[in-house]
């Protein structure tokens, strides 16, 4: 879930989000870099099995509570059957080389912490604004540089963008069940976005929110309406 130092130069690297909720994601290693690898998997759904002959005790823990499932001390490729995605993030060099190549010939994604050769993907510095995401990465050149830019980001990008893309999230469903066509559909959404709407949302001036909703998609819509499919999840 890392990893990205001393690329090979002809490396491009194709960007993808994947959805790992509910696919089984095999972690080698118990170590701290592994402990934080294994929390960033299960905040994203994944159910994360995790081999090494020691864990750390925040590892430990999840295993207890059954969060994270104990696969054993020992990597084998038998290990491998039915995962979807591994990380092989222990100190030792050489089992990370191996974990990934018996991965790669099972045709699965693997990333091998700080040894970029050994990986089919990396992960690039990412910031978060609900449902918006907004990933940095430098290809391997510089992960401290990536970091940074992702770090002057955060201060362009506040709250308001997830308060705003809630808002929109539900005014298309809203729209989408009118049964418009295609061409009325889109031509809503680009008003909205063209319109001070997101002005209005990141100054919390939600009458000035509802009038602007109001007029584009025609209907009456309140402070307390635009308000509520600000904050509400679909």
Avoid at 145 to 160: C, I, M, N, P, S
Avoid at 191 to 204: E, P
Wanted: net charge neutral; charged share 30%; glycine share 6%.
């Amino acid at each position: 879930m890392s990893g990205e130092r001393d690329p090979k130069p002809c490396r491009r690297y194709y960007p993808i989000l994947l959805d790992l909720a509910g696919k089984k994601v095999l972690v080698v290693g118990g170590g701290n870099v592994a402990r934080r690898k294994i929390m960033t998997l299960l905040e994203h759904g994944a159910l994360v099995a995790v081999i090494a002959r020691e864990l750390a005790p925040p590892i430990a823990a999840l295993v207890e509570k059954g969060e994270v499932r104990y696969a054993g001390a020992d990597f084998s490729e038998a290990s491998l059957d039915k995962v979807f995605l591994v990380v092989a993030a222990t100190s030792d060099v050489s089992l990370n080389r191996r974990v990934s190549e018996a991965a790669q010939r099972r045709g699965l994604l693997v990333n091998a912490v700080d040894q970029p050769s050994d990986c089919n993907f990396i992960v690039p510095s990412v910031l978060r604004r609900g449902d918006m995401v907004v990933a940095v990465s430098t290809s391997g050149r510089s992960p401290a540089f990536a970091r940074k830019v992702r770090e002057d980001l955060e201060g362009h990008f506040g709250d308001e963008f997830e308060s705003f893309l809630t808002l929109m999230g539900n005014l298309r469903e809203r729209v989408l069940s009118q049964g418009f066509p295609q061409a009325r559909n889109k031509e809503l959404f680009e008003k909205l976005i063209a319109s001070r709407l997101f002005d209005s949302i990141r100054d919390r001036d939600w009458e000035q929110a509802a009038a602007i909703v109001s007029e584009i998609l025609g209907s009456s819509f309140s402070a307390e309406d635009v308000t509520h499919y600000a904050r509400k999840e679909t």
